[in-house]
Structures are given as C-alpha cells and as structure tokens.
C-alpha cells in the first residue's frame, strides 16, 4: 500500500502530498504553464529537468527515474 509522500524539501508543493513520483512530477508539469521548472520524460525512465533560464550552450542534466526517487523521497 502506497503511503503520501508530504516533505518540505518537494519544490512548489505548497504542503501537497503525493502518493507517487508520478503524481509529484504530473504536477510539477502543470506548473509549467506558469513558467516554473518541471521534469519532461525523454525516453522510458529518464527525465530532463525543463526550466526558462537554461543558458545557451549550457549541458543539460539527464535524470533517471531512480535518482528522481531519491532525490525526492518515494519509494515507487
């Protein structure tokens, strides 16, 4: 049984909790219609981290969905 994942360490979760990953980064998109940073699935679990302020000719950071588990506290 999956358990809500509530930290203060989620960005813009303004004390949401999320039950999945999955939930956190469906969210996370829907904020990018404001401008906000969000994870977009390049290819079956990796994920780039979209953001405005990416630099011209700046690396961009490829995440896997293990890290972004971690990262983020969920265990699926």
Do not use: C, H, Q, W
């Not at 404001?34 to 490829?62: D, H, M, Q, W």
Request: charged share 35%.
């Amino acid at each position: 049984m999956a358990t809500s994942i509530k930290k203060d360490a989620l960005a813009y979760a303004d004390g949401r909790s999320f039950k999945t990953l999955d939930d956190y980064l469906a969210f996370r998109k829907t904020l990018g219609t404001t401008g906000r940073s969000f994870y977009e699935e390049i290819s079956p679990g990796n994920y780039r981290l979209v953001t405005g302020r990416r630099l011209p000719g700046a690396e961009e950071k490829i995440y896997t969905r293990e890290e972004l588990l971690k990262k983020f506290g969920f265990s699926e």
